[in-house]
């Protein structure tokens, strides 16, 4: 157990791990306890297992319909996100997952480049404009994720969701004010009240029921599109989606197909996991660029010499994908996940746990209802697998041989072994997108600019993805920019 002095006698640990940076008193507990330890949680609830052995999470993550989602903030996620493969549990799950995707396979994917890169390219042209001297500093969240949020409109709707664009407007401004709300002291207390007393959700209070602006705009927007007869060539997720379940209709299938509302609350599924989460990585990557100047030279070098605008050989240079490697290891977008057992198991560990009692156990027995959280940077950075410099950006550890942990010491998952995009049926579905968009934004970006540190004391924080902040401001990256000519 985290050391009882340290909990509040109300807000139990859980407050000190949101009021912390993003993983420092995780890091800091697992150090002291090990991988496996509890905390006490907010309003007297039950204590949390704060868990990352590699083998139990993985257990946990393969067996997530016993591990599930915890089901009291079911009504806060559908107001968010809808009823899409987010927020849908056990066969439903499966069901929807299985329906979206076609959406997001390798070829699909590959299909969505030149969407990217038109979006990206906006963003540079946007970005030049802007710059009037030579050592201007801009705050990179006025940019990057107005960039993520137009890549998701061209390759989930085919759709132009810029920056310029009232539904891209509305959607933003919408945004900057959840990241300002989600950074407060109600925020953090809101979801652990509706966990204590979820009948707060049915209360008729009208912010409770209405929906997001952002449901609203995609269901707007889609509504319009599915009037349409379905765009059989079309690359965007929405198109696929729409033919595959056209093509059901036609062909005498016994399988149910996504109906509108369903097909709707994925897309905008898809925007709200995949806009902030992708921008918040690139954006502390430009920052580790900026604070590394020779990383960010070599990798210009390596953009330049490629001289190539074919997104296949952008995406295979070594140097970039060393860099994206590196840059997501100390930058996963959430701080933890968090599981419900919904029966009884056995959690097996990697490693024995030596329990307060002085016995030594190999697995954790789990009763219904025990909750455990999952903490991603704890276990991209634990030195004992990293080394002592596991906390530093160094991406030539990923090209030098030796330089990398034995796979079996790592988290596993979709990219790199790392525990960003979670393991299991539940993966993150649009991890190639990311990685895509990743590495096409930071070349273009690094080929058009140097980016400096300006000195200012970033920090990151949970708002809701993680978020730069500065002097406690939430969605702050000022970076020197200096246009470059070729
Ligand atoms: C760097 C970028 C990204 C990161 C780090 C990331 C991370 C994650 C994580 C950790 C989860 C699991 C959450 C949980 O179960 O607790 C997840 C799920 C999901 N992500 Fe991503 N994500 C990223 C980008 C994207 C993109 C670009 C899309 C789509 C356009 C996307 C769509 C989804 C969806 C739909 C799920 C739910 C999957 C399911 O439950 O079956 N994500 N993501």
Redesign the pocket.
């Known amino acids: 157990m985290a050391p009882e002095y340290e909990a509040s006698w109300w807000l139990g640990h859980e407050y000190r791990v949101a009021k912390h940076e993003v993983g420092v008193e995780y890091g800091r507990w697992t150090r002291m306890f090990g991988p496996v330890f509890r905390i006490k949680a907010a309003l007297w609830q039950k204590d949390v297992v704060v868990i990352s052995d590699n083998v139990a999470v993985k257990h946990i993550y393969q067996n997530a319909y016993t591990y599930v989602?915890s089901p009291a903030f079911q009504p806060v996620v559908v107001k968010v996100v809808g009823r899409?493969?987010?927020w849908?549990e056990g066969d439903e799950?499966k069901f929807q997952?299985k329906m979206?995707s076609p959406g997001?396979s390798i070829t699909a994917v590959k299909k969505m480049a030149p969407g990217v890169m038109a979006c990206v390219d906006k963003m540079i042209h946007r970005l030049q404009n802007d710059c009037k001297g030579k050592n201007d500093v801009f705050n990179m969240c006025d940019y990057v994720p107005a960039c993520t949020l137009d890549i998701?409109g061209q390759?989930?709707f085919g759709y132009d969701f810029g920056h310029e664009t009232p539904e891209g407007k509305a959607i933003l401004q919408a945004w900057h004010t959840d990241v300002k709300l989600f950074s407060t002291f109600a925020a953090f207390l809101a979801p652990i009240v509706i966990g204590v007393a979820p009948w707060i959700t049915k209360l008729p209070i009208k912010e409770l029921h209405e929906d997001s602006t952002a449901k609203k705009v995609i269901h707007q927007v889609g509504r319009k599109l599915l009037q349409e007869p379905p765009n059989m060539d079309g690359t965007d997720?929405f198109s696929i989606l729409v033919r595959e379940s056209y093509q059901d209709k036609k062909r005498p299938s016994a399988e149910r197909r996504l109906d509108d509302n369903t097909l709707l609350d994925?897309i905008l599924?898809?925007?709200m996991?995949?806009?902030e989460?992708?921008s918040g990585?690139i954006q502390l990557i430009l920052l580790d660029l900026a604070k590394n100047p020779e990383v960010q030279s070599k990798l210009r070098d390596e953009i330049l010499n490629a001289d190539s605008s074919d997104v296949d050989i952008i995406e295979s240079l070594p140097y970039l994908d060393a860099v994206t490697r590196e840059g997501?290891r100390l930058h996963?977008?959430?701080r933890d996940?968090?599981r419900v057992a919904i029966h009884d198991d056995i959690i097996p560990l990697k490693n024995p746990v030596l329990l307060g009692d002085g016995t030594t156990v190999t697995s954790i027995p789990v009763k219904a209802g025990d909750g455990f959280t999952i903490p991603?940077l704890v276990q991209n950075t634990d030195p004992s697998v990293w080394g002592s410099d596991s906390y530093e950006f160094k991406p030539e550890r990923w090209m030098k041989d030796g330089g990398l942990p034995q796979g079996s010491e790592l988290p596993g998952g979709p990219f790199s072994n790392i525990s960003?995009?979670?393991d299991g049926?539940?993966?993150?579905?649009?991890?190639r997108?990311?990685i895509q968009?990743?590495k096409l934004i930071l070349s273009s970006m690094i080929k058009n600019f140097e980016f400096r540190d300006t000195g200012a004391k970033v920090e990151k924080y949970i708002s809701p993805a993680v978020q730069p902040f500065v002097d406690g401001k939430a969605a702050q990256l000022p970076l020197k920019v200096i246009p470059l000519q070729h």
């Open positions: 989602k899409g493969v987010v849908a799950h997952r979206v997001f998701i390759v989930g997720i994925n599924s898809f925007f996991a995949g806009f989460t992708t990585a997501l996963p977008s959430a996940t968090h991603f960003n995009f979670v049926p539940r993966l993150c579905i649009g991890w997108l990311a968009e990743i």
